[in-house]
């Protein structure tokens, strides 16, 4: 049942703080400082590709896991849209891992993706929600997400879990490939332990977030920027908006403005920048600015660090408890979707059975 809630999908959203808690607790030895998986003798030594495939909010978490594989464990990542991966006749060398993100498990484009790479001699890790499900069946290496349920077609509580479990899949091809020290484990462990903490300190800005909506709900297109792994957050956060409010929304990485997307800003368009504070943070307020001086509106989501530094000017800030940026994904998810939450209920949407969308697309 919703329980309080207006809609599942908010039911949803609140939720994240204890399944994601749920999820990485079977990931996750607190007193050991260590990480571990469900089956512990699959051996990720040997691993040299990781090839990502899946679709929509799933593939976001993939694009974000990119990056991790990538920074802690040194392993080049292919990364694919389920719906183009097969036709473009991808390589995949002998002895690769092959890893499908899928909330059902049984979206059709990633399942037929997973039997190709199958044949093609790949290892099968898949990280799914549904435990019965046909993924689930067909994988080498099963990771599951315990998010529960999840009935609102707009994804959120399965994303944050995904995010929980690539982040541990990462540590531990870190780990099995001698990068890791075990003083850095176990620093891993205690970011990844803090998230749920910082999800439920990200809720707590659910009113301020539902005041600010009256600003986005009468645009007619809103964009949104991050850089590294925000920028997958940046689609993610389009993504939301236009699939239950259906207000045209792109995502795009915040120094690719520039190069054109930049056109577009007038006073018309909100421009809604993730910025936690970090490496990244001054060259994406550096675009941010390039906006405003186009008169763009911009709402900036960090921490009060971030907000100080540089939310002057800004339509409305959006403040985020500050945390480490292994967990910034998993925290900044949270403002992101109850944007898109208050937005489409003051449109008036069918919030958790946006039109012409399904839970599970079983059509390729
Ligand atoms: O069940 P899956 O994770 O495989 O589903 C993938 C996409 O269909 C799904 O994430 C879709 O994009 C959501 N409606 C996004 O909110």
């Not at 002998?94 to 498990?105: D, T, V």
């Not at 707009?154 to 001698?178: D, E, I, P, R, Y």
Request: aromatic fraction near 6%; glycine fraction near 8%; charged fraction near 20%.
């Amino acid at each position: 049942s919703k329980g309080n809630h207006k809609h599942y999908m908010l039911k949803e959203i609140y939720e994240q703080p204890i399944v994601v808690a749920q999820t990485l607790r079977s990931y996750l030895k607190r007193m050991e400082g260590e990480i571990t998986l469900p089956i512990p003798e699959f051996d990720l030594s040997t691993i040299k590709r990781v090839t990502i495939v899946a679709c929509g909010t799933s593939f976001y978490a993939g694009m974000v896991a990119k990056y991790w594989f990538e920074q802690f464990a040194r392993v080049p990542v292919d990364l694919d849209v389920a719906s183009e991966f097969r036709y473009r006749e991808p390589v995949m060398e002998e002895g690769g891992l092959a890893l499908f993100i899928s909330q059902s498990g049984e979206t059709a484009d990633t399942l037929a993706a997973l039997r190709h790479a199958k044949a093609e001699g790949q290892k099968i890790a898949v990280v799914v929600n549904v435990p019965t499900s046909t993924m689930a069946r067909e994988a080498d290496l099963l990771l599951p997400t315990h998010a529960g349920p999840e009935i609102g077609v707009a994804s959120t509580k399965a994303f944050t879990c995904q995010l929980a479990v690539l982040a541990a899949l990462a540590a531990n091809l870190a780990h099995a490939k001698g990068l890791l020290s075990k003083d850095q484990e176990r620093e891993i462990v205690r970011h990844l332990a803090e998230a749920p903490a910082a999800l439920n300190g990200a809720l707590a800005y659910d009113e301020a977030i539902e005041a600010m909506a009256h600003k986005i709900a009468g645009a007619r297109d809103v964009l949104y920027l991050g850089r590294g792994t925000d920028y997958p957050l940046a689609l993610e956060g389009a993504l939301k908006l236009k699939e239950i409010s259906y207000i045209h929304a792109e995502g795009y990485a915040a120094g690719e403005m520039k190069h054109g997307p930049i056109a577009l800003i007038d006073e018309h368009v909100p421009v809604i920048v993730i910025a936690p504070s970090g490496p990244l943070f001054d060259k994406t307020v550096s675009n941010m600015q390039e906006v405003m001086a186009r008169g763009g509106k911009v709402v900036l989501i960090s921490d009060y660090d971030g907000i100080q530094a540089a939310g002057e000017g800004c339509m409305a800030t959006i403040t985020m408890p500050k945390v480490h940026p292994l967990i910034a994904p998993l925290v900044y998810a949270v403002p992101v979707q109850l944007l898109a939450y208050h937005v489409a209920v003051l449109k008036g949407t069918d919030v958790d059975q946006p039109r012409n969308l399904a839970k599970s697309v079983t059509v390729e």
